[in-house]
């Protein structure tokens, strides 16, 4: 079966998919532990990694294509701006993440081993099965070199290089739904298998959706749109690539996938902005309204001005009123 054809079948199925994980309904809040209180900003634990020159060119250049693929220079830009992580430390104040370790741009294998030792949160059956696995795909291939964000069910780490909030809250999200689980081991093992993970996917967008709207940032909710729509996109085509002749098909069905992915994204946004424009505009119509309800009528406003002009001419009389006679006086 050519390319085009995957692309086609595909293509509905990555529209069925967006849809279905992004309904929403209002945003519900996380609480995982004992105390009703939330952590603060200074309980996030965020770790940097540190420059070098040399090592971070190479990965500037390698991350030319995941770029271009997202039309986002600020995807793998491996770093993230002050109002980027302040974003995120809002997300996980507010969703009670504090015990999620965020990475930024670091490479540190002894690190990743020694969460997944620690993480009690998941048993040691697939910690040191699946979790292993993926530390050491983490050592071999490392993120600070080839980008990507990731987060570690395993090792309970937000590993991150792109500078766009929509990206990282996504990540966030899997972490909160993640821990929302009774089997958060169980859980991230099935939604490893082709096609399943794209439920985690679609709950984690839908997720950072509500929360942009929870918190009317038009500005998020229009970059999940344009971001996280083509990444659903190329994650459901590249689910079905595996069964792909042969290797370039898989190549050009991934980007297929991504493509229809922008399409979907930009078309959601642009309804999505014009029911705002409509809202706004009722909006205004209706305090237009109540302004006009407010003003004075007419006969008060010519009754006003006549008082005014007598005064002016000098024809209205002050002189007080002659007293009321009560009793009569005898004769």
Same mark, same amino acid.
């Given at each position: ?5 995957? *692309? !086609? %079948? ?7 998919? *967006? ?31 540190? @420059? ?22 600020? $995807?793998? %830009?491996? /770093?993230?701006?002050?109002?980027? +992580? ?7 104040? +507010? &969703?009670?993440?504090?015990?999620? +370790? ?37 050592? $071999? ?6 980008? #990507?964000?990731?987060? &570690? @069910?395993?090792?309970?780490?937000? &590993? ?7 990206? $990282? ?46 918190? /009317? ?28 002749? $042969?290797?370039? /098909? ?20 642009? %309804? ?21 309800? !407010? ?7 010519? *009754? ?9 001419? #000098? ?12 009793? /009569?006086?005898?004769?």
């Amino acid at each position: 079966m050519s390319a085009s054809s995957w *692309i !086609r %079948r595909l293509g509905l199925l990555i529209c069925c998919a *967006i849809a279905a994980g992004c309904v929403r309904g209002p945003y519900q809040y996380s609480q995982f532990h004992a105390s009703n209180q939330k952590p603060a900003p200074s309980d996030i634990h965020i770790v940097h990694g540190q @420059p070098r020159p040399k090592l971070d060119r190479v990965a500037k250049i390698a991350a030319t294509p995941q770029r271009v693929l997202h039309l986002n220079r600020k $995807v793998n %830009r491996h /770093e993230l701006s002050p109002e980027t +992580q302040a974003v995120l430390v809002a997300y996980m104040c +507010q &969703n009670d993440l504090a015990d999620v +370790q965020v990475h930024i741009n670091c490479y540190e294998p002894s690190e990743q081993w020694r969460l997944l030792r620690e993480n009690d949160r998941i048993g040691p059956g697939w910690r040191y099965t699946l979790g292993s696995l993926s530390v050491i795909g983490y050592t $071999v291939l490392p993120g600070r070199v080839f980008g #990507g964000d990731r987060y &570690n @069910p395993f090792t309970n780490t937000l &590993n991150l290089n792109s500078d766009v909030p929509a990206v $990282v809250l996504r990540e966030a999200a899997y972490a909160k739904d993640v821990h929302g689980r009774k089997l958060p081991g169980t859980y991230v093992a099935i939604n490893q298998l082709p096609f399943v993970g794209l439920w985690h996917d679609t709950r984690s967008v839908s997720d950072v959706l509500a929360y942009a709207e929870a918190h /009317e940032d038009w500005e998020l909710e229009k970059e999940a749109y344009h971001v996280l729509f083509p990444r659903v996109g190329a994650d459901v085509a590249n689910s079905g690539a595996i069964v792909a002749p $042969v290797w370039w /098909e898989g190549a050009a069905i991934g980007v297929g996938g991504s493509l229809v992915g922008h399409a979907t994204g930009r078309t959601v946004a642009a %309804r999505r902005s014009m029911l705002r424009a409509r809202r706004s505009k009722a909006l205004e119509s209706m305090l237009a309204e109540a302004r006009e309800s !407010r003003e004075p009528s007419e006969p008060s406003e010519v *009754i006003a001005a006549d008082a005014t002009d007598s005064l002016e001419e #000098g024809t209205l009389s002050l002189a007080p009123a002659p007293p009321r006679v009560l009793f /009569e006086s005898p004769r």
